[in-house]
Structure formats: C-alpha cells, structure tokens
C-alpha cells in the first residue's frame, strides 16, 4: 500500500472509531433507559428515547459507509478483477425479492457483460442503486433497462410516480465530491449519492432525473474492458 493510501485509510479509520465511540454510548445508555434499568418510563419519554437510539443507529451505519466508501473512492485496497454483472445483479434483485414492482427486461440480465472492475465496489453500486430505488418508488413501478456502446454500460432505473426534490437533484447535477456526502446524511438518498462516488471513481458517470413529475430516471455507466456476454 502506498503511504498516502495508508495515510487515507487511516484517517478514514480513526474517523470511523471516534464517532462510533461516542454513537455507541448514546446507543447503550437508550438502551438501558428503555429496559426500565432506571423504572418505568411514561410514553413521551418513551418515544423520543425510542427516536434517539433509533438515529445513533443510523450514525452507525454512517460511520461504517464512510469509511468504506471513503476508502474506495480514494483507491485503497482496491482488487481489479473480472466480475459478471448479471450474477451481480441477481444477487442485488434476490435481496428485494419480496418487492414485486421491480420489473427488468426478458433476456436482459442474460446479455450483461463481464466487466473489469472491484467486485465489492460493483456489488455496493448495484445494491445500493437498487435498494434506494424501492425505498423511494414505494410499490410504484420500477423498471430496470440498458444498453452496451463503445465498451460503456449504460444503465437506466426507471421509477413512476415518484419525485426527488430539486435541493437534492442539485448535488446530482454536479461532479460527486466526498465531502458532499455529508449533505445527505439522514435522507433516503444516502446510498444513491454514495454509488455516485464510487461510480465515478471507477469513470463513470451517473445522473438523477426528474421527469416532469411523472417518475425518476436513475443513469448510470460503467466501463467494459472486454464486453463478453454472460453465459
């Protein structure tokens, strides 16, 4: 690993551990709280213990996203390695296999190709597009396409009767930056503005659109080194 890699992954850990430190104890003493360790507690008190410890999760999980997304972004420790993107995509549709508004292509999975690329990073884009997109279309539907050019994958995640507001599109508009990450902490988008990163550190790009009220399209592109198709 190289020094500044080091120096990045590093950063990113102690990062990480300090604000798990504190998180965990917000967490632990709610959680002593709601047991009753102390007597019972009437409802109010209850539900805003129940909202706290609810959000020290949520810093949790952020705390371990930035730092793995951090360190992706910035290039530490990745492996370049043939993936199958149709195996990747199964395994991303087979987590959401009870949300039956997901609709993709007949034979579509089948024509994806083996790309070039970190299968960890492939797998978190993937997921993480897929998962936010049936958080946001709630039941609405969704439909998933693309098309091979030029060695460049383009994917397009359709989603109708859902809309994204402009104060969050703005940030999609521009080039993804890691500190704007933090614009989205405790908004549904988090994942998507993450896969935004690391789309575009593998040179990609990747757009949200409104359109006209009528649905979001999700775009997306990954480089293909060999375009072979899954077989």
């Known amino acids: 690993m190289r020094v500044e890699d080091r120096e990045v992954s590093e950063f990113l850990h102690?990062?990480?551990n300090d604000m798990l430190t504190a998180v965990n104890l917000i967490i632990g003493y709610s959680d002593a709280l709601l047991s009753n360790m102390r007597g019972?507690?009437?409802e109010e008190l209850e539900q805003d213990l129940q909202i706290i410890r609810k959000t020290a999760r949520q810093m949790s999980d952020m705390a371990d996203s930035l730092a793995h997304?951090?360190?992706?972004v910035y290039g530490v420790g990745l492996k370049r390695e043939q993936v199958d993107l149709a195996s990747v995509f199964r395994g991303a549709l087979r987590e959401l296999s009870q949300d039956d508004s997901i609709q993709v292509g007949e034979g579509w999975l089948d024509s994806l190709p083996t790309i070039?690329?970190?299968?960890?990073?492939?797998?978190?884009?993937?997921?993480?597009?897929?998962?936010?997109?049936a958080d946001l279309a709630k039941g609405n539907p969704i439909d998933i396409a693309g098309d091979l050019a030029d060695q460049t994958l383009t994917i397009r995640v359709t989603l109708t009767g859902v809309e994204i507001p402009s104060y969050y599109l703005d940030r999609f508009s521009e080039t993804g930056s890691f500190s704007t990450l933090s614009y989205f902490y405790f908004s549904p988008?988090?994942?998507l503005y993450s896969s935004q990163l690391l789309v575009e550190a593998n040179g990609g790009e990747m757009q949200v659109i409104n359109r006209d009220e009528s649905g979001v399209v999700i775009l997306f592109t990954l480089a293909t080194t060999e375009a072979t198709p899954s077989s």
């Open 14 to 16: 102690n990062i990480r």
């Open 40 to 42: 019972p507690l009437d």
């Open 69 to 72: 997304v951090g360190s992706l």
């Open 116 to 133: 070039q690329a970190d299968r960890l990073q492939a797998k978190r884009i993937v997921g993480a597009i897929l998962s936010t997109a």
């Open 189 to 191: 988008l988090f994942d």
